[in-house]
């Protein structure tokens, strides 16, 4: 079936660190790829994505790139604030007529000042 | 716009007791999405309405049932609750399969006793 792996958290960074979440995906049909963010107490809301390959997804500083022939579709910031301490998630949302998005298990980020 | 809305936020019951989860969005999509999430289980799908008059089971069914009343609303039901269904229930809507993003309600806190 479909599935998406993401690298298992938390990761904990002092403010202004390098941030990479690796995501990986199952390359059956012609996915869109989704980041994620859920913020203490709320709900999923999208942080950025890309519908097809080698599109380049960004927002807020955070970026991701469609890799087909990796299957893959990290999550990068260059420089991470204390507000971005959330939990992340990696997501396929299929396409041809399939209606059930698959995210991955989510990806804990702590960012210390 | 409100977008996808849930009621309630806490919810506390007692074993064999039975309540219903409400959803409704008024971004006009055509699925909705009832998923649970637990620590370190990331989002699991309960149940789907891919569109109005249809649904189907996700990944864990046992002990929920739905009715997609209409366009807008879509509802979670326990019928006897256990301990096992103590969870966060998070509702979704995407207008389409593919490109699309899923928009998510704050959630429903459900503490079985």
């Known amino acids: 079936g479909n599935s998406v792996t993401q690298m298992e958290g938390p990761v904990t960074l002092s403010e202004e660190a390098f941030l990479t979440i690796n995501c990986t995906y199952t390359a059956t049909g012609y996915p869109s790829l989704f980041w994620y963010v859920q913020y203490p107490g709320e709900g999923l809301q999208l942080l950025l994505k890309a519908t097809k390959a080698d599109d380049k997804g960004s927002n807020k500083g955070f970026e991701a790139t469609y890799r087909k022939e990796t299957t893959s579709f990290h999550l990068e910031k260059g420089s991470v604030q204390v507000s971005d301490s959330a939990v992340y998630f990696c997501?396929?949302?299929?396409?041809?007529?399939?209606?059930?998005?698959?995210f991955g298990r989510g990806t804990s980020l702590i960012v210390h000042p | 716009n409100a977008g996808v809305t849930q009621t309630p936020k806490f919810q506390v019951l007692k074993t064999g007791q039975s309540m219903t989860l409400q959803c409704a969005q008024d971004m006009n999509h055509n699925s909705m999405y009832w998923y649970r999430q637990d620590p370190g289980m990331g989002l699991r799908l309960i149940y789907y309405s891919a569109s109005e008059g249809t649904t189907d089971k996700g990944e864990v069914p046992n002990g929920y049932n739905v009715s997609r009343l209409n366009k807008r609303e879509f509802s979670l039901r326990l019928e006897s609750a256990a301990p096992s269904q103590t969870s966060v229930y998070f509702c979704?809507?995407?207008?389409?399969?593919?490109?699309?993003?899923?928009?998510f309600g704050q959630g429903t806190r459900l503490t079985v006793v």
């Open positions: 997501a396929r949302h299929p396409g041809g007529g399939s209606y059930i998005p698959t």
């Open positions: 979704a809507s995407i207008q389409a399969s593919g490109g699309t993003e899923a928009f």
